[in-house]
């Protein structure tokens, strides 16, 4: 089945950087935009940018833009999103989330999360 | 940038009920609208697309409607497991997407 699978959870002190895995099955990895998008404690859900693994172009939140960077190895389907410099902001669940093919920029299918927490 | 905002921030409901949840966009978004259920500590999943398309899968007490600036999710019959958070997603902005700020259901 199609799915997108996360790697686990990071703690990371301030200052350091971090490195997620987005691996996928199911479906043609190269051909569908993958999403990163973040949801701090209690807080709601931020679009951090998108990336296209056929081509390796990428869009950032001005928010992010210097501070993550997304790339893709597509012969192992999977997509990597780092963030450097963490700060205790940064401490979220992040997910990476695949276009729909039925209408663009639609987040269908889902990975399942990975915490990153940052702390002293 | 397109900012989005939700109302109410908050509901209760019983089950069995009706609920409406509004996204407002500041400005016209068309029909570039998604919908999204979020549980906690797990990952969102997709509703409705393009304002009023129900995404494979999703029961059909779920719909959406609206254009331009003003968009409704309604939920008939609420079940239990639809006591969630649900948040609105703009496109319009390609590639540079807005989620609202979430409105949270909850058991009455």
């Known amino acids: 089945q199609v799915q997108l699978v996360q790697s686990g959870a990071e703690v990371k002190k301030p200052g350091a950087s971090v490195k997620v895995s987005c691996k996928a099955s199911?479906?043609?990895?190269?051909?569908?935009?993958i999403h990163w998008v973040r949801q701090a404690p209690g807080q709601g859900l931020e679009w951090m940018g998108r990336?296209?693994?056929?081509?390796?172009?990428?869009n950032y939140a001005q928010k992010f833009q210097g501070r993550v960077t997304m790339t893709s190895d597509t012969s192992i389907n999977t997509a990597y999103m780092e963030v450097t410099g963490l700060r205790s902001d940064d401490t979220a669940l992040y997910f990476c989330?695949?276009?729909?093919?039925?209408?663009?920029?639609?987040?269908?299918?889902w990975g399942q999360g990975t915490m990153v927490t940052v702390s002293s | 940038d397109i900012q989005m905002t939700q109302s109410p921030s908050s509901l209760s409901a019983s089950v069995g009920d009706s609920v409406t949840i509004t996204c407002r966009a500041s400005q016209s978004i068309t029909n570039y609208l998604n919908w999204y259920q979020v549980k906690p500590g797990k990952a969102p999943k997709l509703l409705i697309y393009a304002a009023s398309s129900l995404q494979s899968g999703v029961p059909s007490r779920f719909s959406g409607s609206g254009s331009g600036t003003d968009f409704t999710l309604t939920i008939t019959n609420m079940q239990p497991e639809d006591f969630a958070t649900y948040y609105c997603q703009q496109s319009q902005s390609t590639p540079r997407l807005t989620f609202g700020p979430g409105t949270k259901v909850d058991i009455k």
């Open positions: 199911g479906y043609i990895f190269s051909g569908y935009y």
């Open positions: 990336l296209f693994p056929n081509s390796g172009d990428t």
């Open positions: 989330a695949r276009d729909s093919l039925l209408w663009s920029d639609a987040l269908d299918i």
